[in-house]
């Protein structure tokens, strides 16, 4: 696992933002997670599409997780929220996202498992992580190997999206979501973090044991795995001089 501390969530995101530019070629895969903490990313990029002619022709993209049981055209389905904030203004030519509307949830876990694997898998992965730790939606005591299902959200996670709601009550209580295992298999983990409040899943996930407690400990397993964290959220990392001075020191031929 490679942690990089920069200055704050702008400069997360344009370094977050190269790393998936790398993959961006015909025939890539991108995984695309939502919420607040990849929107950075999603703006260089967008920026890099149209000023820089970043083109995402022929990428193929797959999303992280869908609530079961919200319409797709909901604004915030996150088939919706990945529209408005990224592929609605880029070139990108099949985005697939799990079905939360499927009559057979379990069958639709199982499909979209299939079409990952025969896109070839994910090249990269972007991610982020909730407060608590979990990563995509599998909330604490998820199963280190799990793969895409159903899950039923934590009342922190549903208090912590209800800002994108009317109120909690309207957070549909679960979702459908590719599992730790799934997340695992992606050629390359990019994780972003930003702020004070995701301080303590950072530190646990860089830094504490692989655990089922916390979720995005087990990027700690993956054999390419960057953590992209501002320095808001790094204050309760032990070794946060060492990876700056790790940032600093790195060969110019090993890229993130």
């Known amino acids: 696992m490679e942690v990089v501390i920069v200055e704050d969530q702008a ?44 083109s995402f022709a022929g990428c193929r993209a797959f999303l992280l997780d869908e609530y079961v049981g919200l319409p797709r055209e909901h604004p915030e389905s996150y088939r919706s929220v990945i529209r408005r904030e990224l592929t609605d203004h880029i070139d990108i030519d099949r985005v697939d996202g799990p079905d939360g509307e499927a009559t057979d949830i379990p069958a639709e876990a199982e499909r979209y498992e299939a079409a990952i694997k025969e896109a070839g898998g994910v090249d990269v992965q ?67 973090a930003a702020g004070a409040s995701k301080a303590p899943a950072v530190a646990s996930a860089a830094e504490g044991p692989v655990s089922a407690f916390c979720p995005a400990s087990v990027l700690q397993l993956h054999p390419r795995a960057t953590l992209v964290v501002d320095e808001a959220a790094a204050t309760q990392l032990k070794l946060a001089d060492y990876y700056r001075y790790a940032a600093t020191h790195k060969p110019d031929w090993q890229p993130f």
Do not use: C, M, W
């Open 126 to 192: 972007v991610l982020g992580v909730g407060t608590d730790g979990h990563l995509g939606f599998n909330e604490p005591g998820s199963s280190l190997p799990s793969r895409t299902r159903v899950k039923t959200l934590t009342r922190q996670t549903r208090e912590d999206n209800a800002r994108f709601f009317d109120s909690i009550d309207d957070v549909p209580h679960h979702v459908l979501t590719q599992g730790l295992g799934t997340i695992l298999e992606a050629g390359h983990l990019v994780l972003i």
């Open 11 to 54: 400069a997360a995101g344009v370094l977050v933002a190269d790393i998936v530019a790398r993959h961006v070629r015909p025939g890539g895969v991108l995984g695309l997670a939502t919420g607040s903490s990849p929107l950075p990313v999603y703006r260089e990029l967008i920026r890099r599409h149209r000023e820089e002619s970043l």
